[in-house]
């Protein structure tokens, strides 16, 4: 069975800084698929950033980019110049590559981010 | 604004009520979930329909029936609930068929309170 641990419950940072968010997991997949969301208090589920583990290329969206490294089953977040809209619980999840089947997501615990002015 | 629309916002109701909830997506998405999150815990899967079929329960109390009478449309019937039943259900869509890799496109979620 895969798990995804997000070591880090809380994080803080200052607005315009840069700040990672961690995210480990355990497979026995070599073919999956691994997402970033965000929730912020408004509650809905928003899509940060996704990474295909057949890709040695980290992904990057704007001010968000990934550290992928497939070998330890790591999968961090950076957040560049932080913004105040930034402030969410962030959520790492993984998909299993499988075609035919369903793409079940499965979520980290979430770390919670408070972006500072 | 979201792509995927859930309602109501809000729900409180006793535990010997009939309720539904409802989402609807208008993206062409054939794949749509249901998903149950306690505060402070991420979200739990609990339904899955492909092409209108269910293709995943969870292992989910028959308390909760889900439809889905069309393609855009995805209903959660409510029946004898329980406290702990009391959590945000949030609905999600993608595309399905071969790429099952597709991100999925979550709601603003239905607040459940059950007293």
């Known amino acids: 069975a895969q798990t995804v641990t997000q070591s880090q419950p809380e994080m803080s940072v200052q607005e315009a800084e840069t700040v990672t968010l961690s995210c480990t997991y355990d497979?026995?997949?070599?073919?999956?698929?691994l997402f970033w969301y965000k929730q912020p208090p408004s509650r809905q589920m928003i899509l940060v950033i996704r990474?295909?583990?057949?890709?040695?290329q980290n992904a990057t969206e704007n001010r968000f980019s990934v550290n992928f490294q497939k070998a330890a089953k790591s999968f961090s977040l950076k957040i560049s110049d932080s913004q105040l809209g930034d402030t969410a619980m962030y959520f790492c999840?993984?998909?299993?590559?499988?075609?035919?089947?369903?793409?079940?997501?499965?979520f980290g615990k979430g770390t919670k981010l408070s972006v500072k002015p | 604004d979201t792509e995927v629309t859930q309602t109501p916002k809000h729900l409180v109701m006793g535990m010997t009520n009939k309720k539904s909830l409802k989402c609807e997506q208008h993206?062409?998405?054939?794949?749509m979930y249901w998903y149950k999150q306690k505060a402070k815990k991420p979200p739990e899967l609990m339904f899955v329909?492909?092409?209108?079929?269910?293709?995943i329960n969870e292992s989910v109390p028959s308390r909760f029936s889900p439809e889905c009478p069309n393609s855009s449309l995805l209903n959660l019937h409510l029946h004898a609930l329980q406290p702990e039943d009391s959590a945000l259900y949030l609905c999600?869509?993608?595309?399905?068929?071969?790429?099952?890799?597709?991100?999925?496109?979550f709601g603003d979620g239905t607040r459940l309170s059950i007293l």
């Open positions: 999600a869509s993608s595309q399905a068929g071969g790429a099952w890799n597709q991100p999925q496109h």
């Open positions: 497979t026995s997949e070599n073919n999956y698929y």
């Open positions: 990474q295909e583990a057949y890709k040695q």
């Open positions: 999840a993984f998909m299993k590559q499988k075609y035919g089947s369903q793409g079940n997501l499965i």
């Open positions: 993206m062409g998405h054939r794949a």
């Open positions: 329909y492909s092409y209108e079929k269910l293709s």
